[in-house]
């Protein structure tokens, strides 16, 4: 586990007291779940390439599947005390705030703002639970940053709808039950829930992976999938659907982000403080306190980019533009983090004894995933320009 297991936290302008007592309870839970129960077994998890199931009930049974979702069993907190759960979730592996944002935001919310009160009931229960897992299937082998161009059709048949099409690095994708797939259609782009054992539906792991490791991540195959009407999100139509449902995952991710640097930021000062170098503490020379102060101001300025952000979002005023930079810093900050406390680290760096490895080599997905950092800045661009440079 590294030096995680020594973590209080990283707050050096009483961010903290921007809090309310009942979020900073939910973030130290969180905290003390990460450093007792997932800090011990992420590091064989990640070397196996395994996603450890274990955790589910666990983190079912502390409300964080679908936390900000209300009714069904659902948690119903606060967009702070959610992106609190992030951040912690994160600090100990994106693997595991991956499967909590794919269950939360990406296919339980969906079912909550898009679905009938039918498929609410059937699914997000259990969801909460943590009895049924569920993924979203937007990305195709052809079609990433441009969604909107998919191949993957449904086509009316009487009361039915038949679903061919594939889509590629979908989290979860071969452990859920029920997958979100968005779909073109005579109306424009729909989303659908495919159940596992509907004929004609396949799932293949992407292998092979340096990043996420603890994380599992399919294709999904359609071919000649007969879904009824009842399948169909009756909410949602054209890629604004879609759209919504990341800018949820996507707040969760800036939290998360922060968290990651937290976490290595915390690793290296450690490090730092104890190993020595010409006779005294690395942390002695200048060099390493500039990574270090480096750090420790992106990251007070994430937290509290991020905290505004979802106090906006409480009022419901978040808009994807405030959600994108958000999620576009809290990568880059812990793009940067991860390097500069690898180079910290020395040897020890590269060696999944220590935590920032492995963060190092996850950042590349979760700076990729969700929107590129390209993508959110040609987002924030436009919207400081009012020229679209997406294409
Ligand atoms: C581990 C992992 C898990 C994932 N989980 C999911 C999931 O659960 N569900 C899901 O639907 N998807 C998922 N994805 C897919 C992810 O969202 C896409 O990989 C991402 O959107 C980028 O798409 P792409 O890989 O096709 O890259 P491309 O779109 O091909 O982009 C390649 C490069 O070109 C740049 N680029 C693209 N367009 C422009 C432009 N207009 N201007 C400038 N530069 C541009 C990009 O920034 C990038 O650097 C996952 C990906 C990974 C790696």
Known sequence: MGLGEFFSGVDLVEVDGLLTEDERMVRDTVREFVTAEVLPIIEHHFREGTFPTQLIPKAAELGLLGASLHGYECAGLGAVANGLIMQELERGDSGLRSFVSVQGSLCMWPIHAYGTEAQKQTWLPPMARGEKIGCFGLTEPDYGSDPGAM???????????ILNGAKAWITNGSVADVAVVWAQTADGIRGFLVEKDTPGYTTRDHTGK????????????????????????????????????????????????????????????RYQLERKAFGKPLASFQLQQRKLAWMAAEITKGQLLNLQVGRLKEKDRATFVHVSMAKRNGCHVARESCRLAREMLGANGIADEYQTGRHFCNIEAVYTYEGTDDIHTLILGQHVTGIAAFE
Do not use: H, N
Not at 151 to 161: M, S
Not at 214 to 229: K, N, P, R
Not at 240 to 260: F, H, N
């Open 151 to 161: 191949i993957t059709r449904a086509v009316k048949k009487g009361d039915r709808w």
């Open 210 to 269: 340096f990043s996420l490791r603890a994380s599992v991540t399919s294709e999904l195959i359609l071919q000649d999938v007969e879904v009824g009407a009842d399948a169909l999100l009756p909410g949602a139509t054209g890629l604004k659907g879609p759209l919504a449902c990341l800018t949820q995952a996507r707040y969760g991710i800036a939290w998360g982000g922060i968290g990651m640097a937290m976490a290595v930021f915390d690793e290296a000062r």
